[in-house]
Each structure stands twice: as C-alpha cells, then as structure tokens.
Nanobody
Framework: QLQASGGGLVQAGGSLRLSCTAS????????MGWFRQAPGKEREFVAA????????YYKDSVKGRFTISRDDAKNTVYLQMNMLKPEDTAVYYC????????????????WGQGTQVTVSS
C-alpha cells in the first residue's frame, strides 16, 4: 500500500514537498516514481530513481525545480517541488516498479491514491 500526502494550494513560485510511504512491501526492492494527471489529460511521468537511488529521472519541464529522494529507513519517497508554476497543477501519484520502462505507467505495479497540487497564478 502506498500513501501519498503533502499536496495543497500554493502560489506560483512557491514550494511543496510530497511524501509517499509504503507498507506491505519490501521497499528497497522497488524503484519509486511520481506521476501526475491534470484534468482532461493523461497521466504523465514526473520523476523516478533507480533501484539504488544513484540515478534520477525527470520530466524535462521539472528539471532543476523538482527533486526526488528516498529514505529506506522510513519506507518513504519524497518529491520536493520548488518554483512551482500553474501548469504543475495536477493530482500527483506515487508508484513502485521492479522492472520495465521507468517513464511508462504500465511498468509500475502499485499506485498510491494521489494528492492534489494546485498552483495559483
């Protein structure tokens, strides 16, 4: 089970930190990813990291603004979002995968319930 939190309403230029805590699975055996879905749009990749955490992947539009990190001791992955823009408004989902294309939703085995991020202009 994945529990995401940390969403909210923020003004453009502000920051939020999302958290996703896993239970019932061996956290260290999975890579974690963040996706988002805006109204009327498909779910899209935002960020992920490799199994050992040494490599991170980002959607081009969030590079330099978002940072993914994980704390295996807490079974938690974070998404620090800085310099937020109105176009970042979406429901953000965390997910875990063991293999497959890191950018593809179909590679992920389990999903959290989503947390709403709204950025006002």
């Amino acid at each position: 089970q994945l529990q995401a939190s940390g969403g909210g309403l923020v003004q453009a230029g502000g920051s939020l930190r999302l958290s996703c805590t896993a239970s019932g699975l061996t956290f260290s055996s999975y890579t974690m990813g963040w996706f988002r879905q805006a109204p009327g749009k498909e779910r899209e990749f935002v960020a992920a990291h490799s199994l050992d955490g040494s490599v991170t992947y980002y959607k081009d539009s969030v590079k330099g603004r978002f940072t993914i990190s994980r704390d295996d001791a807490k079974n938690t992955v974070y998404l620090q979002m800085n310099m937020l823009k109105p176009e970042d408004t979406a429901v953000y989902y965390c997910a875990v995968r063991r293999r497959g294309n890191v950018y593809s939703t179909s590679s992920y085995d389990y999903w959290g319930q989503g947390t709403q991020v709204t950025v006002s202009s």
